[in-house]
């Protein structure tokens, strides 16, 4: 199955359609009046003619299309009719559509475009039909919907759909197939699931997991089953089911009484030299001035020491916060880029972008460049992402605000691209200017370098509103792939300040929430600060959210929900160090307001546990002999009853109740008339609980053919 995959679409155009299908309009407020862009005129609009759900509009496009963005006209100014939230679907066909992303307007008259999920699979998704259904208006709850205006945008070249289309209809098909060869096998119709199978070549699984079945299905050989199950464990075909089963663990770090640590603050960068076990702290905001001490904690000793009260002292940066800094443990070199200026500080301040490196052995701060703007680099930025390779010795600098010396907080806002810092030649590259179509500029988002890949991983930030993209650079070949994970419900809801850091032994990216929206419910209102931890993992192309919880005999809390905290981490020993941040909510550029006064000057560890190999193992043995007992038990009940004394009682957990209960039924099921007396049933039951285990990619489909045959 060829389609077009992610990245080879030419630029968007305009996507004709025509009005399809409507669940209903009030007297002169015609769906077809969202084909033109009138803001003067309140009866240019669609109205629906009831609130009751599901209230719609279906559009049919002039040709098959991918769709990317969808954007919306609005009256010339605010209107209680308008789409507060709602949800977009498309499709081929008007049964067939998926959803393609839920949304929500601004309740103002500026015209908002939104990207559309694009692809599924690894490849675009084409559409003739688009549904948009309105879920809330930013009126009272009994209001009618309004769409006033819609433009389409995406590719509709046949040259580039024609595979799409051909792509999703393979799929289908195959998908069917599938489950027709998933029936045929559970029912033990093996000339039939055989004569199938030839003639369509179709495969219904990765051939370790056919190989699985024969072994266990077709010659009832349980200990192989153990043996390919511990193999399948070890080569990593579980990684799926078993990042499901991580938790995060918090502890909070207390100092000695009496010993120095630092204050109150947010908007403070860290980092971590793992060699020796040291994290740095500089500046940030106590939620009345920027500050300027400098911090280095000693892991192995638990204390805390003050390099410095006021680095410009030590002929160091000035006071200052929402600036970055990295550390190159080879060279025991900090480099310190960037600052916030409040509106009032900078009108008739001339703007320079300062940049630092602190030499640690020698204790000694040195200026690099008083400007690096006038030097090819960034200008003065501010909640931007910095990261170092240090084989390379390239700093790389992306996204952050420009500041500019605007009084106004409504002046356009200036956004930094994407640089690169050469440390020994003193050069700076621009690799990708601010208005790059596949790169799109912004602040507080995330970032994090791969230094075997050579990648630069970007998730998250804000714009004109929070960003829920996730982006690849490859800095060999200059090139941005978007990142499109396989479950896209698990994805970290869209937020600001969010703190990632990568694990490139385990091939996994760490995410701590921070102040978020769900972009899943279409609301641009700030949800608040959040303590969520998520894993992505690289080989899987996967998301999952941890459950959090604190060191078991522990009395600390969990940490608060919080933003503008930093987060670093120890890939050596496993743990993450957190300190501060903002617990409060509000207008996060606005430092005026007393609910945002307030900072944390709370110090945590976070170690993320994962499922050991001894454990997994005596849990699927576990599995896998409780069958094996109910297999035994149809031929020879007295040689069952043997082998769960002497092989399934060796494998229980008998602290976990759920188990050791299980373990107790399992002589009664010997007389229980409602267990399956067939060892076919046995066997394929069996199978199909081992498949949780593994990826959905990998096996059988999880539905059944006759969960599609209606039950009269």
């Known amino acids: ?10 630029p968007n155009v305009t996507v004709g359609y025509s009005i399809h299908k409507w669940s209903s309009y009030a007297c002169d407020y015609h769906p077809s009046k969202i084909l033109i862009d009138d803001p003067s005129d309140q009866m240019s609009r669609w109205q629906s003619g009831s609130n009751f759900p599901p209230q719609y ?88 919907f309004s769409i006033w205006y819609v433009r389409l945008y995406g590719v509709s070249d046949p040259l580039y759909v024609n595979p799409c289309i051909q792509f999703f209809t393979n799929r289908r098909q195959e998908r069917a197939i599938k489950l027709c060869l998933k029936h045929l096998r559970q029912h033990n119709y093996s000339e039939a699931f055989e ?88 500046g940030g905001w ?41 550390l190159d443990s080879k060279h025991k070199l900090i480099y310190i880029l960037g ?30 460049s008083s400007d690096t703007g006038s030097e090819g680099g960034p200008s003065l930025i501010y909640d931007h992402q910095m990261v170092l390779d240090s084989d390379l010795q390239t700093i790389y600098i992306f996204g952050g605000k420009i500041l500019n010396n605007n009084a106004s907080h409504r002046s356009e806002a200036e956004y930094s691209g994407l640089y690169k810092y050469h440390i020994p030649s003193n050069v700076w590259t621009v690799l990708k200017p601010d208005n790059d179509p596949m790169l799109r500029s912004r602040f507080g ?29 490859n800095t060999h070949n200059d090139t941005v792939e978007q990142v499109v994970c396989v479950d896209e419900t698990k994805v970290p809801e869209s937020g600001f300040t969010m703190r990632a850091t990568i694990d490139t032994q385990h091939q996994e ?122 297999d035994m038990s149809l031929r020879d009940p007295v040689g069952a009853l043997l082998y769960l004394q002497q092989h399934v009682e060796e494998v229980v957990d008998h602290n976990n109740k759920e188990e050791e209960q299980q373990f107790q039924e399992l002589v009664v099921s010997v007389f229980d008339s409602a267990t399956p007396r067939d060892t076919y049933a046995i066997r394929t039951e069996l199978f199909d609980v081992l498949m949780q285990y593994f990826p959905e990619s990998m096996s059988q489909p999880k539905d059944n053919l006759t969960d599609y045959v209606p039950p009269v």
């Open 286 to 326: 106590d939620g009345k001035n920027d500050l300027g001490d400098f911090w280095e904690y000693n892991s192995p000793t638990n204390t805390w020491q003050c390099i410095s009260a006021d680095t410009e002292i030590n002929s160091g940066p000035c006071r200052r916060s929402c600036h970055k800094m990295v």
């Open 509 to 630: 990216i760490h995410m701590m929430s921070g102040l978020s929206k769900d972009h899943r419910n279409g609301s641009k209102d700030y949800t608040g600060a959040k303590t969520k931890i998520y894993v992505y993992s690289l080989k899987g192309n996967k998301w999952n959210e941890l459950q959090v919880g604190k060191i078991p005999g522990s009395t600390d809390p969990e940490p608060c929900p919080r933003f503008a905290h930093m987060l670093v981490y120890d890939s050596r020993k496993k743990v993450h160090y957190m300190f501060g941040g903002n617990p409060g909510s509000g207008n996060i550029a606005d430092r005026s307001g007393n609910d945002m006064d307030r900072r944390l000057d709370d110090f945590w560890c976070l170690r993320i546990k994962r499922p050991a190999f001894g454990d997994m193992k005596r849990a699927l043995h576990f599995l896998v002999r409780k069958y094996k007992f109910r």
């Open 57 to 144: 509009l279906t559009l049919k496009l002039d040709r098959p299309s991918v769709v990317r963005q969808i954007t919306f006209g609005k009256f010339h100014k605010s209107h209680v009719c308008n789409l507060k939230s709602f949800t977009i679907f498309g499709g081929m066909s008007e049964e067939g559509m998926v959803e393609l992303g839920k949304k929500g307007l601004t309740n103002n008259s500026k015209p908002e475009t939104f990207d559309l999920e694009d692809a599924f699979h690894g490849n675009y998704f084409p559409s003739s039909y688009i549904k948009i259904v309105p879920d809330t208006t930013w009126g009272p709850a009994a209001l009618n």
């Open 339 to 368: 600052r916030y200026l409040d509106v009032r500080a900078r009108v008739n301040m001339e703007l320079k972008s300062d940049f630092y490196c602190y030499d640690i052995q020698c204790d000694q701060w040195n200026l690099i």
């Open 1 to 10: 199955m060829v389609g077009i995959t992610e990245g080879l679409l030419p």
């Open 195 to 282: 004569s199938l199978q030839k003639r369509t070549k179709v495969q219904l699984e990765h051939p370790m997991l056919t190989q699985l079945h024969e072994k266990l299905v077709g010659s009832g050989d349980f200990d192989e089953v153990e043996v390919l199950l511990d193999n399948a464990f070890k080569d990593g075909y579980m990684e799926d089911y078993t990042s499901k089963q991580y938790s995060a663990q918090w502890e909070q770090i207390l100092v000695p009484d009496g010993c120095p640590r630092p204050g109150n603050r947010g908007g403070h960068p860290m980092c971590i030299d793992e060699t020796v076990g040291k994290v740095y702290l500089f």
């Open 445 to 473: 988002h995330s970032m994090l370098y791969h230094p075997d890949k050579k990648q630069l991983f970007i998730f998250a930030g804000q714009r004109e509103h929070f960003l829920d993209d996730f982006l690849v650079y």
